[in-house]
């Protein structure tokens, strides 16, 4: 074989090279990206499920017709407590919201230090 048929076989193994790593690594990353993704949902769940159990449908806000969504970022704190990052909704339903998720502890030490957006939904 010629050297320049040799020099172009070469420069086309190390591009099919770069190539096939480049795919790989884009292949694994998009597989941790969605299992990272999955559990940060199933982390949320928890989460949600601990938070629903202390927030009732307040029955002031339930006598009066006040109804809507609340939306809270929230971050778990190194003591387990949910500390409200940012709150969204009617004022009276995120008063009540506030207050008893200062009531709330989670116990999953893997959650400590996590940041979750929380939903609460209040619908007659």
């Known amino acids: 074989m ?8 070469k420069s086309l193994k190390t591009l099919a090279l770069v190539m096939t790593m480049t795919f790989a690594f884009a292949m694994t990353s998009n597989v941790n990206a969605a299992e990272l993704s999955k559990n940060k949902a199933v982390q949320l769940s928890k989460v949600q499920k601990v938070m629903d159990r202390a927030v009732d449908f307040p029955q002031e806000a339930r006598e009066l017709g006040i109804t809507g969504t609340v939306k809270a970022q929230i971050e778990v704190g190194l003591d387990g407590k949910i500390e409200v990052e940012e709150i969204n909704g009617h004022p009276e339903l995120t008063a009540y919201v506030a207050k008893q ?12 230090g996590q940041s979750f957006i929380a939903k609460f939904d209040f619908r007659n």
């Open 101 to 112: 998720l200062k009531n709330v502890s989670i116990n999953d030490i893997s959650l400590t």
């Open 2 to 9: 010629n050297p320049i048929k040799r020099k172009k076989m």
